[in-house]
């Protein structure tokens, strides 16, 4: 039997491994590619080891385009991220406490209305939206990137949290309301200490999304000194004539480490935040 379990593991792990190994190896190919000439990135006769090895693709790729360097592009999507996650995060917190905490009416109804908005497809959206940001003149801003996520306009998130929320004893909310607390200092003193794992595992889902928004920023975006990272790695590329797939893998490759950073650094929250959303206490 001990045999047979040793067995099992040692063909689990190797699967495992070689699962893993093939969803990495774009990313290695691409990290690799990186440090490799641009005109021997795509030859069949070249390895994956870089020869020889160039850091010139960084420096050409950080230049960026017409005077504008890619640092820019790095700090407007910094901008449009770092915002849009914090207002996404508040306005998405307020609403499921309002409708895992506060009774009213309309309550059922609008709850359905949030989980029907869910099962729309973005497509959908796009024309209204676009007509819409036009009338109000916010084409060619960052306003269209930052704003409607800033007034809980994505369900998942208000799903997330009112999962934790329901999780968590109501006669927290008896006590506090015992030592004087309204509905606003419950929210503020008990729940959102209590919701730090679901709100950061949300902050992580949109930090990640608002990050690799290409759709919103090419719909909205006209100016290149206002392109975000997302966008501005397709400059790279040109079908009309010669394309630097060295220096657009390099900022790629630079445009990984925020999301990677944000993953290591909040990984544990992450966890806590999906393993507890949902059980009650």
């Known amino acids: 039997m001990k045999k047979k379990r040793r067995a099992g593991k040692i063909i689990y792990h190797v699967l495992v491994c070689g699962v893993g190994l093939l ?16 005109n021997t990135i795509f030859s069949t006769a070249e390895s994956l080891l870089p020869k020889p090895f160039t850091l010139e693709n960084y420096e050409n790729g950080w230049k960026g385009f017409a005077g504008v360097s890619f640092g820019t592009f790095f700090k407007n999507s910094l901008f449009i ?3 849009a996650t914090i207002g996404t995060l508040f306005s998405s917190a307020c609403v499921a ?5 506060c009774k009213f009416k309309g309550r059922k109804i609008l709850f359905t209305a949030m989980l029907a908005s869910m099962m729309l497809p973005g497509q959908i959206l796009m024309v209204p939206q ?3 940001y036009q009338k109000l003149g916010w084409i060619g801003s960052f306003a269209p990137l930052i704003v409607p996520f800033c007034f809980a306009v994505q369900g998942f998130f208000i799903y997330l949290i009112m999962n934790f929320i329901n999780g968590i004893p109501r006669e927290l909310d008896e006590a506090a309301k015992i030592d004087g607390c309204s509905y606003y200092g419950i929210f503020t003193r008990v729940m959102l200490p209590l919701i730090s794992p679901a709100l950061i595992t949300g902050g992580i889902f949109s930090f990640m999304w608002r990050w690799d928004d290409f759709m919103s920023a090419l719909l909205y975006i006209d100016d290149a000194k206002k392109y975000p990272v997302a966008l501005a790695l397709k400059l790279f590329a040109d079908p009309s004539s010669s394309s630097d797939y060295g220096a657009m893998f390099a900022m790629a490759v630079l445009s990984l480490i925020p999301i990677v950073t944000i993953f290591i650094i909040f990984q544990k929250y992450l966890v806590d935040g999906i393993a507890t959303s949902g059980l009650k206490g």
């Open 23 to 38: 969803m990495l190896y774009p990313l290695i190919w691409m990290l690799m590619s990186s440090f490799k000439d641009t």
């Open 81 to 83: 991220t770092v915002v």
């Open 97 to 101: 406490y309002g409708f895992s905490r």
């Open 130 to 132: 676009y007509l819409w």
